[in-house]
């Protein structure tokens, strides 16, 4: 096991006896990742953060049943932040049907740049398409590119083989640039 | 647009983010508004003194019956033949006042 996951395995031991530092430093660790993958997945910023704040409360919760060397903390991590984003949609979804052209929120942009806004514009095509894909081939491309998981992982958060994780993020690429040659052309 | 490109609009677009601060402040706040239980305690909670927890318990609660037994805390009631049904069953209804 890498350096890296024996001193997470450290540190959830800490936590696990009620030490509130070691649980803070994991926050520090995870925490941007976490909230950029639930950004990504369910494209509110108050849902991502509500599941954020779940899935590390739950760690805290959870940290003194934590058997070291099993699994790393990000997998298991993402994992539940995956899930819990996968609820609210199908929970938000049978509430209220998402139209299909709902913008993600974009970060805000730096002021007084064209070139970025124009960037941006761009960006917003893409989030767009993002969204528009089905839940599972969204949360992969978010694993990939907000939580910057190899596929390995990925097919461990998702509790897939490596190859259905592969098929999966080659469907979404051809849907979105499909969706985004679409746009252009308008 | 091909697979390069196509990676790194994904990169920009999806790339993370630092977390907002009322987020980081929420979760520094989770280990104070849910204090764990420190010590032998926790470890109790966490399984590894359940059996130790119960001897403990069993040992207890045989000292209390004892005590209880002896200081004549809990009588002991003498019954004499015949109170055992009544006891069982209850009054007869027939000795009861009825309205």
């Known amino acids: 096991m890498e350096a890296g996951a024996e001193e997470e395995d450290l540190l959830l031991a800490a936590a696990g006896r009620g030490e509130g530092a070691a649980f803070r430093r994991l926050t520090e660790r995870h925490g941007d990742r976490a909230f950029s993958v639930a950004l990504r997945i369910t494209g509110r910023r108050g849902d991502a953060e509500d599941v954020v704040q779940e899935a590390f409360l739950r760690a805290w919760q959870h940290a003194a049943r934590w058997r070291p060397g099993r699994a790393r903390f990000s997998t298991w991590l993402h994992r539940v932040v995956v899930n819990l984003c996968l609820d609210r949609a199908r929970a938000a979804a049978r509430e209220r049907p998402a139209p299909m052209e709902a913008a993600m929120e974009l970060a805000d942009p730096a002021p007084g740049a064209e070139q970025r806004l124009a960037q941006q514009e761009r960006e917003r095509a893409v989030l767009e398409a993002v969204r528009a894909l089905p839940e599972r081939q969204r949360a992969a491309l978010a694993l990939v590119h907000a939580g910057g998981l190899g596929q390995a992982e990925v097919a461990e958060v998702l509790e897939l083989s490596v190859g259905a994780v592969e098929s999966l993020l080659s469907r979404a690429r051809r849907s979105l640039r499909e969706r985004l040659a679409t746009a252009e052309e308008r | ?99």
């Open chain 2, 1 to 99: 647009m091909d697979e390069k490109e196509l990676d790194a609009l994904l990169d920009r677009a999806l790339g993370p983010e630092p977390a907002p601060p009322a987020l980081q402040r929420r979760l520094a706040g989770i280990p104070v508004e849910h204090p764990r239980r420190a010590g032998l305690l926790a470890g109790w909670l966490g399984g590894r003194g359940l059996a130790a927890g119960g001897l403990a318990a069993m040992a207890a609660a045989a000292l209390l019956g004892f005590w209880l037994g002896s200081t004549s805390l809990a009588p002991v009631m003498e019954l004499e033949e015949g109170e055992l049904v009544t006891l069982a069953f209850g009054p007869d209804l027939g000795e009861m006042d009825l309205p």
